[in-house]
């Protein structure tokens, strides 16, 4: 900046010099007076930007006053569960995005559906990013999967992978006779269940959403023997254990996501919690994988794809080589059962939930049931396009009751003067 305050004086100063007056003295003077005004001129102004830059506050969203240095750290460290902290913060101040600062990194939580639209939409470029946490790269395996890893190939090759070959309408219709299956075996083990006076919905659909994905996966449901009223077997209760004590933990608040180098003392205890999770799940699914890779690679590649697995192990890439490590399939399967049991049984519940609260409401959805489905066959998703009631009550539910107290942390790729 120095270097350009005296350049752009020295311009002017001679521009002024070829068209002034003809006494040497004077000139001389006058030159001097003009330089040291101008160049005071200048200081003066880029001072005055300085210190206004300075002064102004970037603009953040409100926030509760930060700590120097280390933020709202302490606060967030007495304040459990953090992401009820979060909430309460942004209603106290009146305020649908908030900014908290750890270290040296501002959160921005959002509570408003038109604001998040703006980050998860309109500026997806910008935010499309995800934090590297301690969690999150033990479960992924180092990010190989794609909803953990940051802005890269990594996730760009994974979201491919989703988005064409797993998640697409096509597949999704390929894998219908064996979520009807799993549906047919849910109605089984929730009937069982009201045989003894009650139903724990929440087991139901947890165990439900398990042996769905794992159909889909593994082409199997049961872990271990299977039982006859239809109910989870220990190994599938360890299972689904696992996975929801993996999501306890992703992107909870651990203090070693913001100071990496205290990741070795685990001072909150999250790293042993994470790896028990990561052990035990994996225990479940590692064999099945390895064992159908040896398969594959037995038979040359020359079968019918019979369910995810399959799908994962024969992708090619453009030179005929096989697309995905056992290493990429085997952090992939683990994901997909993380994000095909948390958020479709945490949806469910509520939806039970509220229904069962206001029973007119349960009663008029068997109403329509019996009418469009009547008494003498089990529901199809077929049905579905006839059941308006029963869709605007799960709408309903979604509207009330937001599955998970914040969406997965988005980080921006672009860090601009005033945007963070
Ligand atoms: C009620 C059902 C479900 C709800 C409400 C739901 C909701 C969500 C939400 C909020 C995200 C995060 C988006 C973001 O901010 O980045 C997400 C991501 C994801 N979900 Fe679901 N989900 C549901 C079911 C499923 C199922 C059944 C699967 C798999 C079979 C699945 C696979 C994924 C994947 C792979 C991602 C990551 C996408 C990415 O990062 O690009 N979800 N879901």
């Known amino acids: 900046m120095g270097i350009v305050v005296i350049s752009m004086a020295s311009l002017l100063f001679s521009s002024y010099t070829s068209t002034a007056a003809s006494s040497p003295y004077t000139t001389a003077t006058f030159s001097v007076v003009l330089f040291l005004i101008l160049s005071f001129y200048l200081l003066n102004t880029l001072l005055k930007i300085s210190l206004k830059s300075q002064k102004r506050p970037r603009r953040l969203p409100p926030g509760p006053a930060p700590w120097p240095i280390i933020g ?134 947890r165990h439900y959403a398990a042996n769905v994905i794992r159909k889909m996966v593994f082409n199997k449901r049961h ?108 952090a992939q399967t683990a994901e997909l059962m993380l994000a095909a049991m948390d958020n479709p049984s945490n949806a469910i519940e509520w939806a039970m939930g509220e229904m069962i609260n206001q029973p007119e409401l349960l009663k008029k959805a068997v109403e329509e049931l019996d009418r469009v489905v009547g008494r003498e066959r089990l529901v199809q998703e077929s049905d579905l396009p006839q059941l308006n009631f029963v869709k605007a009550c799960a709408r309903e539910a979604f509207r009330l009751h937001p599955i998970a107290p914040f969406t997965p942390p988005h980080v921006a790729i672009v860090v601009r003067k005033r945007v963070i």
């Open 72 to 205: 709202n750290l302490p606060k967030m460290l007495m304040s459990r569960p953090t992401f009820r902290w979060l909430h309460a913060v942004l209603e106290e101040m009146g305020t649908n995005i908030g900014c908290v600062r750890i270290g040296s990194v501002h959160l921005i939580p959002v509570t408003c559906p038109k604001i998040g639209l703006e980050f998860l939409k309109e500026q997806d470029a910008t935010f499309a990013s995800r934090p590297k946490t301690m969690a999150s790269s033990i479960f992924s395996r180092n990010y190989l999967t794609v909803v953990f890893p940051p802005n890269g190939e990594q996730w760009r090759k994974m979201r491919k992978v989703m988005k064409s070959e797993i998640l697409s309408p096509t597949r999704h219709k390929w894998m219908h006779d064996k979520r009807t299956e799993e549906a047919d075996n849910l109605v089984k083990y929730v009937y069982h269940q009201s045989l003894n006076g009650s139903v724990d919905i929440r087991s139901a659909t």
């Open 223 to 330: 872990f271990g023997q299977a039982t006859h009223d239809g109910s989870p077997t220990a190994a599938e209760e360890e299972h689904v254990a696992a996975i929801f004590l993996s999501l306890k933990y992703l992107y909870s608040f651990c203090i070693s996501d913001y100071y990496p180098f205290l990741e070795g003392l685990d001072l909150d205890g999250h790293k042993k919690y994470v790896k028990e999770a990561y052990t035990m799940t994996n225990k479940y699914h590692d064999p099945i994988i390895d064992e159908r890779i040896r398969q594959w690679q037995q038979d040359d590649g020359h079968k019918e794809p019979q369910d995810l697995l399959d799908v994962m192990i024969s992708l090619k890439d453009s030179n005929g080589r096989t697309l995905l490590s056992s290493e990429e399939i085997k």
